[in-house]
C-alpha cells in the first residue's frame, strides 16, 4: 500500500481481513504477533487447515508484522476510507494462482513478501523488474510473481540473468532460487558472478536441503544431519555462501531467516539499490523434507529456533569466515559486507571504450 510506505496505520481507520482459504494453518502470525491480536482457530478451511482468527482487535497496531512473515499472503488490512482491501503484495503476485503450491510452514511466501515490499520502498516499477530462477521449491517465486519472469533450466538462472542484465541495463534483474540450484549445479555461475560483479541481485532461498527432488543432501546440509541421499547423516563440510560471495568480490552480502522479516525486507531493499552482484541469502523452514526427516518438529518450530538461535554480526567480532552453519547451532546473521567496485556492464564499457574510441556504440545502440 503505497500510500503508507513509512506510516503507521490508524487503528481507527483499519481492521485485519484473513482469507481462510488460503491458509495452511502454520502458526507463524499467531506466534509472532507483538500485541496477541491473533489466535488459531478451530474451525476448518476446505483444505483441513486451522486458520488465524482475529482475536482482539483492539489490540493491533497495524504494524504489518503478520502480513510480512504470513508465507500464504492470507493476511492483510483493510481500510474502508482508503476503499483498500488487499494484500500489500497484490500489486506484485498472481493471485489468481493461489493459493500456492508450497508445503504448509514453508517460508518461501514469507521471503517472497519481503521481496515486494523490497520493491516497493525501493521504488522499482514492475515494468522495470525481471525475475529469473531456476529449478526446484524456490525456483516456483518466477511463476507467481506478477512481472517479467523467466523459469530457467537447472542451475542456469544466473547465467540467463547475466545476459538479460548485459542486454537491458535500464532493467532491474533480480535471480531468486535454492541453495541446490544456485550453488550446486549453479555454482560456477555463482562464483564467477560474484568475481565479475555482474549486475544483478542473488536471493538464495536456503532452507539446507533440495526440498523438490525428494530431500536430498545439498551443499549447504549441515554436518550430521539426515538427508536421503545421506541416511545416518551428512559427512562433508557444507558452503558458507556468504564467505564464498565475499571472497568473490560481490557487492553487498547479506544473510537473515524468515523470521528477521524486517532485515531481510531492508537487506534485500540495500541489495536492489546496488549496481553489481548482490547476495541475499534467506534461511528458510522446509518442514516437510529438512525438519520432518531430522525430527525437529513443524515450520512454527523452526521458526522459533531462527528466533532463539540467531546471532548478530558484530563487525569488530566476526567475518563472513565465521558464517559457517553447524547442525542446530547458532547462526550467524546480519549485513555482511557493503562495498563499492565497478560493475561488469560499468567495466566492459570502460574497456571497450578505452580501446575502440568512438567506435564503441554502447547500450541502446542506435535505430
Known amino acids: 500500500m503505497a500510500e503508507q510506505k513509512g506510516k503507521k496505520k490508524d487503528p481507527k481507520e483499519w481492521r485485519l481481513e484473513i482469507d481462510a482459504e488460503r491458509c495452511k494453518g502454520c502458526g507463524f502470525c499467531v506466534e509472532f504477533c507483538p500485541k496477541n491480536t491473533l489466535e488459531m482457530s478451530n474451525e476448518f478451511n476446505s483444505k483441513g487447515y486451522h486458520p488465524p482468527k482475529v482475536a482482539a482487535p483492539e489490540t493491533c497496531t497495524y504494524c504489518d508484522m503478520c502480513e510480512m512473515v504470513c508465507p500464504e499472503f492470507a493476511i492483510y488490512a483493510v481500510s474502508e476510507t482508503q476503499k483498500k482491501e488487499t494484500h500489500f503484495s497484490d500489486e506484485y503476485l498472481r493471485m489468481d494462482r493461489m493459493p500456492h503450491i508450497w508445503c504448509p510452514g514453508c517460508g518461501i511466501g514469507t521471503v517472497v513478501n519481503c521481496l515486494t515490499k523490497a520493491l516497493e520502498e525501493a521504488d522499482i516499477p514492475r515494468d522495470k523488474t525481471q525475475i529469473v530462477s531456476g529449478i526446484g521449491c524456490s525456483g516456483r517465486v518466477a511463476g507467481y510473481v506478477n512481472a517479467d519472469s523467466y523459469h530457467t533450466t537447472h542451475g542456469r ?30 555454482g560456477n555461475h555463482f562464483f564467477h558472478a560474484a ?24 551443499p549447504t546440509t549441515p554436518e550430521s544431519a539426515i538427508a536421503i541421499t545421506t541416511p545416518y547423516g551428512a559427512f562433508d563440510k557444507p558452503f558458507n555462501l556468504p564467505f564464498i560471495a565475499d571472497s568473490c568480490g560481490a557487492e553487498f552480502v547479506a544473510r537473515w531467516t524468515t523470521y528477521h522479516v524486517r532485515h531481510l525486507q531492508n537487506a534485500i531493499k540495500t541489495a536492489l539499490q546496488k549496481d553489481g552482484f548482490s547476495l541475499v541469502e534467506a534461511i528458510s523452514p522446509c518442514p516437510t523434507l529438512y525438519g520432518r526427516r531430522n525430527k525437529l518438529g513443524d515450520g512454527l518450530d523452526l521458526m522459533k529456533f531462527y528466533k532463539d538461535k540467531s546471532v548478530r554480526m558484530k563487525k569488530k567480532e566476526h567475518t563472513t569466515a565465521d558464517a559457517d552453519i553447524s547442525y542446530q547451532n547458532e547462526i550467524l546473521v546480519g549485513n555482511f559486507v557493503d562495498r563499492e567496485r565497478p560493475s561488469l556492464r560499468k567495466a566492459m564499457d570502460e574497456s571497450l571504450k578505452a580501446k575502440l574510441g568512438d567506435k564503441y556504440v554502447g547500450w541502446p545502440v542506435p535505430g
Open 195 to 218: 568475481r565479475r560483479n555482474a549486475n544483478m541481485t542473488v536471493i538464495c532461498i536456503n532452507n539446507f536441503i533440495y526440498g523438490m527432488t525428494g530431500g536430498q543432501v545439498a
Open 157 to 186: 538462472a544466473i547465467p540467463f540473468a547475466t545476459g538479460l542484465a548485459l542486454a537491458a541495463p535500464d532493467q532491474k534483474v533480480i535471480v531468486v532460487s535454492g541453495d541446490g540450484d544456485l550453488t550446486a549445479i549453479g
